[in-house]
């Protein structure tokens, strides 16, 4: 209630003083429309320069005033962010160490759930094929995207249509674009037609019912997908350099590839960051890929965490350990964000 | 020497359109098969359709004619309805949120801000079992709006961080004239500085979009196996019972592809900028 009537008496003293300095105003201005009013205040003359100088010196406390009520202003989507996201997020963290079935109480048991991931083959299989998804396309769909990048950043004549092609597979459901190359690589797909047409036929196998492809498989369709906005982000920071570095650099007689090797790519270490971090995240939970194409098998070859997690909740109902596996995963990007942040902005500081 | 790059500009621009066409060789597979009938599609796969099956649209999107009844119609309002409301909801809560760390000069501010910053980093699979069941319990789970609110927690850091990183770059004049000219910070906000965050918005408007009209982990958790479906969904299920009816399965990815590329189109250009933006934080 103080704090109320405190802030009413704010609200009273600051809404005097703003008719004051209205009221002043408008003996000036006929405008009486409040952004009319704004604009006028942009381009005035030295009599009205004046008056803003008063309004500048009295700023200071307006601004301290309206700093603490502004803050109210994230009141919505931090209610809405800590029920949905944060809240639910800490008790998951609690229910990985319980046995609930998601209906009857949970009992605490410590930490069997997470020797129950890494004993069972499935839990091993699904984590070491989600850290060689992650590491692959985030590898091979960076060094793509920026030799993509740094060639359409020249002056072709065509640039932008061939940048926006980039983009179109990033605009499709994962599940679909899914089932789309799943009909290129079912036994009796394109893939395998086109090898036999191409007198390649000893080559052709069920892509996707093959334990030694099927995880292959799927990081051909996530880097297919992702190229695009890998690419866009790496065009982005390449229109942040100042074009006069490399102008500098040209007329030193430096050749294009070691001013890309040591101009470009050392200033494009922030689009570097940013591309390896969503990569990574993306990388670890691959679900839609795997849902569609593989279901997780043959066996567990293409399972990962994130359809384990799935299959925990819908099928088994063991959310106890859905959550455990789930806070795994969690830890995991964690600590390799942290790390990953750590070791590029140190290169990004260190090159810049 | 100018000859010289030019051919080389050329030669490479030849390149990139080769890779291009390899690049969109399943959009054309996807885009041809979809117009054939079965006979065709055994005995030219890959040709262009020598008579367009029309119908295979016909019959994914009423779902009549041997279709199971899933019809792409109902999901598809369901579509958009689950994609508007938590996107409209971001872009107010989002940009008040924004705007208050960003022209609060209290130390708080920078603790809200760090707080979303988490969720930008947190897997939200972790939230999602204790989320799922505690809406099973009060028979919230399948409802479009529950997951529409979901949607809308989910998404929040992404906006919030968008919006603060963009108001952080206007400049304050505007808003302190209008302080001063008696407006109160909702009129300030709604009047001064809401109508200056097109550019974001478009930004914002694209990501939570695409990602909203192009997901399946949610909606199959929440939504089960319910009526209620979205459009990828809708195809999942068609695809469950007629695995092998891949030319009505992609009439049926073509038609709910077209709105969400037709909405990134229209908010392209400001694309780009706003992705600067989102490095930048």
Known sequence: ?352 | MMRRRNASLLLLEMVLWALAATFLFPIYLLLVTSLKTPHEMAFSPLSLPLHPAWSNYLVVWTGEGGAGGTSLAASFLNSVMLTVVPVVGLIVFGAMAGYGIARAASRLSGGVMTVFTVGIVLPFQLGLIPLFTAAREAGLTDNILTLAVVYLGILMPLGVILYTGFIRALPISLEEAATVDGAGPLRVFFSIVLPQLKPVTATLVILAALAIWNDIFLPVIFLGGSEQTTLPIAIYQYKNQYTADYQIIFAGIVISSVPIIALFFALQKFFVSGLNVYQQN
């Open chain 1, 1 to 352: 209630m103080p704090i109320r009537n405190k802030r009413a008496s704010w609200m009273r003293v600051q809404v005097a003083r703003a008719q004051r300095l209205r009221l002043v105003r408008l003996r000036r201005s006929h405008s009486s429309h409040l952004l009319a009013a704004t604009k006028a205040q942009l381009d005035m003359s030295g009599m009205q320069r004046q008056s803003v100088g008063t309004a500048r010196r009295r700023g200071p406390r307006v601004g301290a005033h309206r700093s603490r009520h502004l803050l109210w202003f994230t009141l919505p989507a931090v209610l809405l962010y800590g029920t949905i996201y944060l809240i639910p997020t800490i008790s998951g963290g609690v229910y990985a160490f319980t046995d609930w079935d998601g209906l009857s109480t949970p009992h605490f048991t410590g930490l069997a759930n997470f020797s129950k991931i890494f004993t069972l083959s499935q839990g091993r299989e699904a984590i070491e094929n989600t850290i060689k998804l992650a590491v692959v396309t985030v590898v091979i769909g960076n060094v793509l995207a920026l030799l993509l990048a740094l060639a359409l950043n020249t002056r072709i004549r065509t640039r932008n249509a061939l940048r926006t092609i980039c983009l179109l597979p990033a605009l499709l459901s994962t599940l679909l674009a899914a089932y789309l190359w799943q009909f290129i690589f079912t036994p009796d797909g394109t893939l395998n037609r086109l090898l036999s047409t191409a007198g390649l036929g000893g080559l052709a196998r069920p892509w996707l019912g093959d334990p030694a492809t099927a995880l292959w498989a799927v990081a051909v369709v996530i880097v297919w997908q992702s190229i695009g906005l890998t690419t866009t982000i790496y065009l982005a920071g390449l229109q942040a350099i100042p074009p006069e570095l490399n102008e500098a650099m040209q007329v030193d007689g430096a050749p294009a590839l070691a001013r890309t090797r040591y101009l470009t790519v050392p200033l494009l270490a922030p689009s570097i960051t940013v591309n390896v971090l969503l990569g990574t995240i993306g990388g670890l939970t691959t679900f839609g890929q795997v849902f569609a194409m593989t279901g997780g098998g043959p066996g567990y070859a293409s399972e990962t965490v994130a359809t384990l997690i799935y299959k925990q909740i819908t099928v088994t109902g063991r959310m106890g350990f859905a959550a455990s596996a789930s806070l795994t995963l969690a830890a995991f990007i964690f600590a390799i964000i942290l790390l990953q942040w750590h070791y590029l902005r140190r290169r990004e500081t260190a090159m810049a």
